[in-house]
């Protein structure tokens, strides 16, 4: 196919292998903008909205964990001079923390935003126009994810995919709609305490990359294993969390 920009049009793009991040660069340096000119403390306050702070800011991109280079290139992005910013996937490796700067860093951007995610909430969050791929068609929907659903559930898309705009889900939903609505997979529970929990295991994982990384660990091969296991099972666990708290997210 062929694509036609109109005048003006700036493209800000994030794909999934980082190539706008230098990797032998610190990461202060790393942000710095191609069109203007950022003082050091201004970096650095880019860097401190996505979670990059303190000592780490002073670190090689290449030494950092794939979520810690994500937030790094959305860092760069968002000085950027783009008025269409087009993301693959930017939530990939993404804590809550950096997940919630993110969706308001796009809320509150003046441009247009075109992006492809797998994540549910994100998508519910950030869009309000979707193209959703199918087997056999696209689906053009004026509306977030909850809007698709909505749609998926009664069945009025039409022979072409397209579903009316004007048409939209009534906010309060009748008994029929109540019954089509997904089964949870976990638990009730409040989003305000599994993002709590959230929180306590990242802090957790952060604690156990830096006993990793301890001259006084590394030389004790048992408590290298043990914080190893831990890491694994931590790491288990959040990945649940963030399953749940999606679910609540969309069910609560």
């Known amino acids: 196919g062929k694509v036609s920009l109109g005048a003006g ?32 403390q201004q970096r650095r306050d ?14 090689k991109v290449s030494s950092f964990s794939g979520g810690e280079r994500n937030r790094t290139a959305l860092a760069k992005l968002s000085a950027s001079d783009a ?19 993110l969706e308001k860093s796009l809320k509150e951007f003046d441009g247009s935003v075109l992006f492809v995610s797998h994540d549910r909430y994100f998508l519910n969050q950030v869009a309000d126009h979707l193209l959703v791929v ?15 659903l909505h749609f998926v559930r009664e069945g009025l898309a039409g022979d072409n995919g397209e579903i009316p705009a004007a048409e939209k889900p009534a906010k309060k939903k009748d008994k029929r709609e109540k019954q089509a609505r997904p089964k949870r997979r976990f638990p009730y529970r409040k989003t305000e305490d599994i993002e709590e ?16 990384a301890s001259p006084e660990v590394l030389r004790d091969g048992d408590k290298v294993k043990a914080a190893q296991e831990e890491l694994q099972e931590q790491t288990d666990r959040l990945a649940q969390l963030y399953e ?9």
């Open 134 to 148: 199918e087997p056999t068609r696209f689906r053009v929907i004026d509306g977030n994810y909850e809007t698709y």
């Open 197 to 212: 929990e959230i929180f306590e295991r990242e802090a957790r994982i952060n604690e156990l990359h830096e006993d990793l």
């Open 83 to 101: 008025n269409l910013l087009i993301l693959d996937e930017p939530t990939n490796h993404l804590d809550l923390w950096a997940r919630q700067s």
């Open 244 to 252: 749940h708290w999606e679910e609540a997210s969309e069910l609560n």
């Open 46 to 59: 880019l860097l401190a909205r996505f979670g990059v702070t303190g000592d780490m800011v002073f670190q």
């Open 9 to 40: 049009v700036k493209i800000g793009y994030f794909d999934q292998l980082l190539s706008c991040l230098n990797p032998n660069a610190e990461a202060v340096d790393a942000v710095r903008p191609d069109h203007k000119e950022f003082v050091e």
